[in-house]
T-cell receptor
Framework: ETGVTQTPRHLVMGMTNKKSLKCEQHLGHNAMYWYKQSAKKPLELMFVYSLEERVENNSVPSRFSPECPNSSHLFLHLHTLQPEDSALYLC???????????FGQGTRLTVV | AQSVTQPDIHITVSEGASLELRCNYSYGATPYLFWYVQSPGQGLQLLLK??????LVQGIKGFEAEFKRSQSSFNLRKPSVHWSDAAEYFC??????????????FGKGTKLSVKP
């Protein structure tokens, strides 16, 4: 139990599908993040939410749409993805200058 | 621009041997530095972090790291490696205001293999 739970763990979707990734943190943190981990590339920060407001969006294509309805939940809505979007999507949470960011186990996404 | 370099893509050490993983960073201000470990199919686990103060930082699982400002380095060390340490290790610098814990720039990672 890492304190940050991501579902589903694996997802295969077609390019015309719409799906959502879910992240839930049980740590009482006030910031949540989406990262993308592709083969042979560094982990890339996609979105940052602090106190349920988006504070950073690192030039992510609009086919990725985040949602943070409350401080414990974070979603990543996906639509009309491309095969190059196949990757491990990691969610993380943190609290101020506390003990560091905690990561979920990730969702392995394959776009076919 | 901020960046993190991990020059070694893959390292193999014998069980019981010492380990040093290299990390160099480029950052304009005082950096907030982290080391994470990722086992296959898993998320990232924080090993240790440096914010200020003592430049030798102790972490979990017997790891330590030393911040050297003059060399822009934050190398990870362990005196005796165990087979369970085989994983991928990521160095990161905090890019957000106040070293925001989750707003991180990562290196490409170093994969550690351990020989029996």
């Amino acid at each position: 139990e890492t304190g940050v739970t991501q579902t589903p763990r694996h997802l295969v979707m077609g390019m015309t599908n719409k799906k959502s990734l879910k992240c839930e943190q049980h740590l009482g943190h006030n910031a949540m993040y989406w990262y993308k981990q592709s083969a042979k590339k560094p982990l890339e920060l996609m979105f940052v939410y602090s106190l349920e407001e988006r504070v950073e969006n690192n030039s992510v294509p609009s086919r990725f749409s985040p949602e943070c309805p409350n401080s414990s939940h974070l979603f990543l809505h996906l639509h009309t993805l491309q095969p190059e979007d196949s990757a491990l999507y990691l969610c993380a949470s943190s609290q101020g200058l506390g003990p560091g960011a905690f990561f979920g186990q990730g969702t392995r996404l394959t776009v076919v | 621009a901020q960046s993190v370099t991990q020059p070694d893509i893959h390292i193999t050490v014998s069980e019981g041997a010492s380990l040093e993983l290299r990390c160099n960073y480029s950052y304009g201000a005082t950096p907030y530095l982290f080391w994470y470990v990722q086992s296959p199919g898993q998320g990232l686990q924080l090993l240790l972090k440096y914010f200020s103060g003592d430049t030798l930082v102790q972490g979990i699982k017997g790891f330590e790291a030393e911040f050297k400002r003059s060399q822009s380095s934050f190398n990870l060390r362990k005196p005796s490696v165990h087979w369970s340490d085989a994983a991928e290790y990521f160095c990161a610098v905090g890019a957000g205001y106040g070293g925001s814990q989750g707003n991180l720039i990562f290196g490409k990672g170093t994969k550690l293999s351990v020989k029996p």
